[in-house]
């Protein structure tokens, strides 16, 4: 069994990542490699759907870190939802829960990125 | 009758493709230790980084090395030892976590040693017969520790 698969979708303009497994040194790559082709596309609204994701080391904070500037420079916005106990522990002792919008589930993270009074 | 606590020795390449047998064989100690799931999976973790740091700041990449973990339930405390023989790091020349700083300059330095740190409730390293020794101890709640 791979130790990471990352699924992904769009959903009204915005890209879906679905991490499954945990994501450490040796499989960063592959969570990097999906943030790399969503942002080769122009695409710079991104959900990172953690249901499946057991854990994140340094090195999966570090992609994300090495990436967040370019999506925000683009306008956009890299946004997590559906973390588990030990993934929203590890954000919140790095204090990254004061750098990343996290919400409770996939949709509410989708349509925080609706213009304001767009409706539901 | 007492039954007898488990320790285990685990000596691997110095290779990232492992880090998810030493994820593996952390958690299930951790859980036959009495530690629930989630506490479990950040035992783990902290494991990976002190794993992830030898590879690339004592061995600086190299493949061909050896790692030694020992993992060991003492009773009242859960216990990992992390021993290479490659160049010595002084954990305290890890820069130490600037929040500030990770946006403005990307910097993620630190953050491994950080989590282990905010883990568990001891990390110390030291020097012994020409090795380097990062011991990573929890302790449990008395509950679990009989």
């Known amino acids: ?5 990352v699924e992904t979708r769009d959903v009204e303009g915005v890209t879906l990542l ?5 994501i450490n040194a040796h ?4 969570f990097e490699g999906e943030i790399q082709k969503a942002l080769a596309q122009g695409q710079f609204k991104i959900v ?11 090195a999966g904070l570090g992609a994300i870190m090495g990436a967040i500037e370019e999506i925000r420079g683009n306008g956009g916005d890299l946004r997590l939802a559906n973390l588990n106990e030990t993934v929203r522990n590890i954000f919140e002792i790095l204090g990254f829960n004061r750098l990343y919008h996290i919400y409770p589930s996939e949709l509410e993270a989708i349509t925080s990125f609706r213009p304001a009074g767009a409706g539901s | 009758m007492r039954a007898r606590k488990p320790s285990l ?14 994820r593996e064989v952390t958690k299930k100690m951790a859980e036959s230790a009495g530690f629930a799931d989630g506490t ?25 090395c050896e790692i030694e973990l020992r993992i060991e339930d003492r009773g009242p ?21 600037d929040l500030g700083r990770y946006v403005s300059e990307r910097r993620t330095g630190g953050l491994g040693v950080h989590l282990m740190e ?29």
């Open chain 1, 18 to 22: 679905y991490p499954k497994g945990f």
């Open chain 2, 9 to 22: 020795t685990l000596l691997i390449p110095s290779q990232t493709s492992f880090l998810g047998l030493v």
């Open chain 1, 1 to 5: 069994m791979a130790e990471l698969t």
């Open chain 1, 48 to 58: 990172v759907n953690c249901a499946g994701l057991a854990y994140i080391a340094s």
């Open chain 2, 77 to 97: 405390e859960f216990r990992v030892e992390v021993v290479d023989s490659g160049s010595t790091v002084d954990p305290r020349a890890v820069p130490r976590v």
């Open chain 2, 118 to 146: 905010k883990i568990m409730d001891s990390v110390t390293f030291r020097r012994s017969a020409r090795r380097n020794v990062c011991s990573l101890v929890k302790r449990k709640d008395p509950a679990a520790a009989r």
């Open chain 2, 40 to 64: 479990a999976d950040r035992l783990a973790l902290a494991v990976d980084e002190a794993t992830t740091n030898v590879i690339e700041h004592a061995y600086h990449g190299a493949g061909d």
């Open chain 1, 27 to 30: 499989t960063v790559r592959v």
